[in-house]
């Protein structure tokens, strides 16, 4: 154990370890049982080596002692995107096993509601495990979106693109990286990109109505976007002009 500020490197080492062999068990699984192709592997292993490279250097840099057991359910809830995003990546040359891909996507969306709950009730919550957390979703997100465009259009990857183009504008503007109060419509919102992903890249609802309900939570997740962004923008004017009274969290 770390004392004095000292910072035990061993405390963090064998988290990231441990989900790249089970993301690497699971696609060696992939390919035992559904014959996983190349540009699956390829990219499986590739979505492992990252993940551990920059979870490994996000753990060392926020000196938090043990790694936790809601951060834990996070990592294995990334093991299952990486399946997800192998099976992705494979169905640009073949048709992907979709019962596969769905169980998947679904037990990863499900864990994404567990996570929060262990943090909380385990006194474990942090910054890391917050944002962590924030990534796994906005990576799976991203991945759904792309599978959902090679049936429905290029349109739909502006699900996925569209907080990534937010992050990349934080650095233009850097007043967007300001905090927003708790919103249990963004977390609706989010979730709800998920949901929609899923049931449409699943194909159990006819072509129209996936288009439509598509449509319907791109539009939400836009004005979820604008409406943190009006917040954001409303805390930088108070701030530049003093007097001017703070926005409250029903005004968002």
């Known amino acids: 154990m770390a004392l004095s500020g000292t910072y035990d490197t061993r405390l963090v080492r064998p988290a990231p370890a441990a989900g790249a062999g089970a993301q690497t068990l699971l696609l060696v699984l992939l390919g035992a049982v559904i014959g996983l192709g190349p540009a699956g592997w390829l990219t499986g292993l590739t979505f492992t080596v990252a993940t551990w490279a920059v979870l490994t250097r996000a753990l060392r840099r926020s000196r938090r002692g043990p790694f936790g057991p809601a951060n834990g359910v996070t990592l294995a809830r990334t093991t299952l995107v990486g399946g997800v995003t192998a099976l992705v990546a494979d169905s640009f040359v073949s048709r992907p096993p979709v019962v596969v891909l769905v169980v998947l996507t679904t037990v990863a969306l499900v864990l994404d509601a567990v996570d929060g709950q262990v943090a909380r009730r385990t006194g474990t919550e942090s910054a890391l495990g917050a944002r962590f957390d924030m990534e796994v979703d906005a990576f799976l997100i991203l991945v759904l979106s792309i599978y959902v465009a090679m ?102």
């Open 151 to 252: 049936s429905l259009g290029a349109w739909v990857v502006l699900i996925g693109a569209m907080r990534y183009v937010f992050v990349v504008a934080a650095r233009v503007l850097p007043w967007l990286h300001g905090p927003l109060p708790p919103s249990t419509a963004r977390k609706t919102v989010a979730a709800l990109q998920g949901i929609v992903l899923l049931v449409v890249g699943a194909g159990i609802i006819p072509r129209v109505s996936a288009y439509a309900v598509v449509v319907a939570a791109l539009a939400l997740l836009v004005w979820s976007f604008a409406r943190d962004i009006r917040w954001l923008w409303r805390v930088r004017v108070r701030e530049d002009a003093p007097g001017v009274p703070a926005p409250t969290h029903e005004s968002v």
